[in-house]
T-cell receptor, first 113, second 113 residues
Framework: LAKTTQPISMDSYEGQEVNITCSHNNIATNDYITWYQQFPSQGPRFIIQGYKTKVTNEVASLFIPADRKSSTLSLPRVSLSDTAVYYCLAEGNSGGGADGLTFGKGTHLIIQP | NAGVTQTPKFQVLKTGQSMTLQCAQDMNHNSMYWYRQDPGMGLRLIYYSASEGTTDKGEVPNGYNVSRLNKREFSLRLESAAPSQTSVYFC????????????FGQGTRLTVV
C-alpha cells in the first residue's frame, strides 16, 4: 500500500502558483520523496525527487521539512497544460528499498483559464 | 530515444483467450515493472523484476504471469482473460529496484469482452 496521502483533486487558474501537499508520516529513513505527472492516455512521467529541504528543477520545486512527515510540490505559474494527475511516492532509494514503486490515487489538478 | 516500448497499444480479447503483452527498454535498466490502471484508480503493481532472472509478485498478481526474457524485455501474460482484467497496462523500468526514477511506456489498452 502507498505510504502517502494527498488530496484527490485541486483546482487553480492559469498563471497561479500551485502547491500540492503530500503526507507521509511513517516513511523510512532511506525513503526519498518522488513526484510523477500523468496526462490522460499516457504513462506517468518523473518530475522531481528529494530527500530533505528544497529541490528545484526546470519544472517544479519540492519542499521537505526537517521532520519529513510531509512534502509540498510547487508548480510555478501553471498553464492549462499542467492539468494532470500528480502522484507522490515515498520509497527507498538505496539498498533494501520497496518491493516496487507504489502509487496511490494521486491528485487530479485542473487548471482553468 | 525509444525508452520503454510496449506492444500492442490496443487489444480486444474474448473471455478465456490468452495473450502476452510485450515490453522492451533500451536504457540498460536492471529493474522492470508491470502496472494496471483502472478508471479513477492509481497504478497498481502486478509484477516486477528487480534484475534479470528474477521476478516477484506485486499487489495484484492473480491471473497474470511474467517472464523476464533478458535484460531488455519483460512480458506479461494473461492465460485466460476475464472481463475484470479490462484495464490499461503500463510497463516501467528503473536503473535499480530501489531507484525511484522510473520511465514508463505509453500503455496497452486491453478490453476483455
Amino acid at each position: 500500500l502507498a505510504k502517502t496521502t494527498q488530496p484527490i483533486s485541486m483546482d487553480s487558474y492559469e498563471g497561479q502558483e500551485v502547491n500540492i501537499t503530500c503526507s507521509h508520516n511513517n516513511i523510512a529513513t532511506n525513503d526519498y520523496i518522488t513526484w510523477y505527472q500523468q496526462f490522460p492516455s499516457q504513462g506517468p512521467r518523473f518530475i522531481i525527487q528529494g530527500y530533505k529541504t528544497k529541490v528545484t528543477n526546470e519544472v517544479a520545486s519540492l519542499f521537505i521539512p526537517a521532520d519529513r512527515k510531509s512534502s509540498t510540490l510547487s508548480l510555478p505559474r501553471v498553464s492549462l497544460s499542467d492539468t494532470a494527475v500528480y502522484y507522490c511516492l515515498a520509497e527507498g532509494n538505496s539498498g533494501g528499498g520497496a518491493d516496487g514503486l507504489t502509487f496511490g490515487k494521486g491528485t487530479h489538478l485542473i487548471i482553468q483559464p | 530515444n525509444a525508452g520503454v516500448t510496449q506492444t500492442p497499444k490496443f487489444q480486444v480479447l474474448k473471455t478465456g483467450q490468452s495473450m502476452t503483452l510485450q515490453c522492451a527498454q533500451d536504457m540498460n535498466h536492471n529493474s522492470m515493472y508491470w502496472y494496471r490502471q483502472d478508471p479513477g484508480m492509481g497504478l497498481r503493481l502486478i509484477y516486477y523484476s528487480a534484475s534479470e532472472g528474477t521476478t516477484d509478485k506485486g499487489e495484484v498478481p492473480n491471473g497474470y504471469n511474467v517472464s523476464r526474457l533478458n535484460k531488455r524485455e519483460f512480458s506479461l501474460r494473461l492465460e485466460s482473460a476475464a472481463p475484470s482484467q479490462t484495464s490499461v497496462y503500463f510497463c516501467a523500468s528503473s536503473v535499480y529496484r530501489e531507484n525511484t526514477e522510473a520511465f514508463f511506456g505509453q500503455g496497452t489498452r486491453l478490453t476483455v469482452v
